[in-house]
Every structure is written in C-alpha cells, then in structure tokens.
C-alpha cells in the first residue's frame, strides 16, 4: 500500500466519523396525576393530570386494572419526575408494578415506573381513604 492511499483511507475515516450525527441526550420533565382507585378483588384505576415539558403543558389521562387482593377505594395525587424522554408522547405506554399498601385516611405514596419507551416516572404524593391491596397493577397513560 503506498503512502498516498493510506492517507486517502485516514481521511475519509475521519469523514465518516465527522458527519456521522452524534445522539440526542433524552430531557427530564415533571408530572401531577390523580387517580383514583376502587376494587374488590380486582380493582380499577383511572384519571389525569399534566406533564410538563421543554416549557410546555400537555394533559394526560390514565387508567388501568389491578388484579391480586385490592379492597376499598382511594384517590391518589402523585408529582414528580419523569426522566429519559425526547418528545412528549414518549410518556404514552403500559406502566406495569407490583405493590402493596394500606391506607386509612391519608397516607404517603412513592412509586417508580418504567414503559416501553425507557421512560421512568418518580412520582410522590399523598394517598386518601381506605385501600388495602397486594396486587399486580396495570397503568396506561396516554396524551389528551
């Protein structure tokens, strides 16, 4: 190989690589969500609230089933992060955990969830009336 077509393959590698677009770094966004949860054996969830995102709000609603021992009923209001997204339909998806609780009156509630997106919701908040449940739930939330 001669010194001219060495340096021909070093600078077109080095073409390469230079227009080679580098990956977008996924945002961070928060959320506010009520819902609200009645069951007897099995039980239901739904409701809505907002992310917010890149300075923008956009309004979300959810809604799932819980199978395993749910009793009573509750509302829950839950805040927090949502991390790893790059466009707001990222959020939209089936949240899946397991779990367990008991609230009587007012209590705290903390969970983590991740979509199929990578998508992971760090939401907090308080949890009102009487529920008692080990169960596997079921969450979909999508865009209004």
Not at 52 to 81: E, M, W
Not at 102 to 112: E, K, S, W
Request: charged share 10%.
């Amino acid at each position: 190989m001669t010194m001219f077509s060495r340096l021909r393959g070093a600078v077109l590698v080095l073409a390469t690589v230079m227009c080679v677009p580098t990956a977008s770094h996924a945002d961070n966004g928060s959320m506010t969500l009520t819902i609200w949860k009645a069951g007897w054996i099995i039980g239901g969830s739904g409701g809505g609230g907002s992310l917010y995102f890149r300075g923008q709000r956009f309004g979300v609603s959810a809604g799932g089933i819980d199978a395993g021992l749910v009793f009573g009923g509750s509302k829950t209001v839950l805040y927090g992060r949502v991390r790893n997204i790059f466009k707001p339909s990222d959020v939209e998806g089936v949240y899946v955990a397991a779990g367990a609780g008991l609230a009587v009156g007012a209590g705290a509630r903390a969970i983590v969830l991740t979509n199929p997106n990578g998508v992971v919701l760090e939401l907090s908040g308080q949890q009102y009336g009487l529920m008692a449940n080990a169960d596997l739930s079921g969450l979909a939330i999508t865009l209004d």
